[in-house]
């Protein structure tokens, strides 16, 4: 049996296509969480210490053991060094102004800022058609 199960079939079968090995006990900061839906799976199913951030507060983070601030990519409320691991979930691709490249940049360098040397910065994107095309 897989280590993720019982979060509903996408999310299953998401973390363990993902197949990344998260630490027990560590430090996750999720970025862009919504309601929470993988900040659950991280602190329920790999034992992890969460926090999130998000630009609005969810109802449902209330109910989870997940330490919310409110903040945006391109400044996250957290020190340097902080988290071992900083997890960026369909947010990238909502960037979408003139200076996209600058704030692609911006927000990835702080993604970087917030994670400990030796610590990963997992970014999950999906692949869209452009509608502008």
Excluded at 30 to 41: R, W
Excluded at 60 to 68: D, W
Aim: proline share 2%; hydrophobic share 30%; with cysteine.
């Amino acid at each position: 049996m897989s280590r993720v199960s019982g979060f509903g079939q996408y999310k299953d079968d998401f973390f363990n296509k993902l197949n990344f090995n998260f630490e027990k006990g560590k430090t996750i900061l999720d970025v862009g969480c919504g309601p929470g839906t993988d900040a659950e799976i991280f602190i329920k199913a790999y034992g992890l210490k969460a926090y999130g951030i998000d630009i609005y507060e969810d109802e449902n983070i209330k109910n989870l053991k997940l330490n919310f601030k409110k903040g945006t990519i391109y400044k996250i409320p957290y020190k340097n060094s902080f988290f071992d691991y900083v997890f960026c979930h369909d947010v990238i691709h909502h960037i979408d102004d003139a200076q996209k490249k600058e704030s692609f940049t911006k927000g990835l360098r702080e993604l970087r800022r917030v994670c400990k040397n030796g610590g990963y910065v997992v970014i999950v994107e999906g692949h869209g058609k452009d509608e502008r095309a």
